[in-house]
């Protein structure tokens, strides 16, 4: 079967820095997402990666081991408004996205 | 602005009752899609629609029923639905639904509640 794994919820404080891990398992690998979803919103584009390596979009990066089918998206310099729930979804061979339950990640002053 | 929207944004059905969900993209893309998400779990795949067609129905029951008239618009037509389908109803667009780049663009969802 086809699986997407990320920790349920991490806490951490305004200003540090934060990495959300994500694992799969999938029938082909055709690029990686992340999501960012505010609660009772919409969730929205992060990032994409295809190849190896890292991926940097101002205060987000991610990370991309199809070898070792993980990913990670790093945040830094955190801001309250970060505080959100981060979908990781992998397209597979069908060029369909297959998604992890989300990580809540809560922001402490 | 996300350039999806989706009416109505909540909606309270009885089990016996027929209702329809609305969504409307304005980016031009060719592929729409109807997810469910359900509290803690992944986002599921209901039905995707490429260029008006539909290329997927991941074992959807039948009281969901869509229907795609034309690439901007996708409905999502409802009847004698179970408590358990209370969910968050998503639509998503994207440029189409094969290869290349495909960011999918997500509506603001509507939050179903059966009785």
């Known amino acids: 079967g086809q699986n997407i794994d990320q920790p349920t919820e991490m806490t951490a404080t305004e200003g540090a820095i934060v990495q959300i891990n994500c694992t799969y398992q999938t029938s082909g690998f055709n690029g990686l997402f992340w999501y960012q979803q505010h609660a009772g919103e919409a969730p929205t584009f992060l990032s994409y990666?295809?190849l190896d390596g890292l991926e940097e979009k101002g205060r987000f990066s991610s990370f991309l081991s199809r070898s070792k089918g993980y990913s990670y998206l790093l945040l830094k310099e955190l801001q309250m408004k970060d505080s959100a729930s981060y979908l990781c979804?992998?397209?597979?061979?069908?060029?369909?996205?297959?998604w992890g339950a989300g990580t809540k990640l809560i922001i402490k002053p | 602005e996300t350039g999806v929207t989706q009416t109505p944004r909540h909606l309270v059905m009885g089990m016996t009752n027929k209702k329809s969900l609305k969504c409307e993209q304005h980016l031009g893309h060719n592929a729409m899609y109807w997810y469910k998400q359900s509290a803690k779990k992944p986002l599921e795949l209901m039905f995707v629609y490429n260029f008006k067609e539909q290329t997927e129905n991941n074992s959807v029951p039948s009281r969901f029923s869509p229907e795609c008239p034309n690439s901007s618009h996708l409905f999502l037509h409802l009847h004698t639905l179970q408590p358990e389908d209370s969910a968050l109803y998503l639509c998503a667009s994207s440029q189409d639904g094969g290869e290349g780049y495909n960011e999918q663009f997500f509506g603001p969802g509507t939050r179903l509640t059966v009785l």
């Open positions: 979804a992998v397209r597979d061979s069908n060029y369909q996205l297959i």
């Open positions: 990666n295809v």
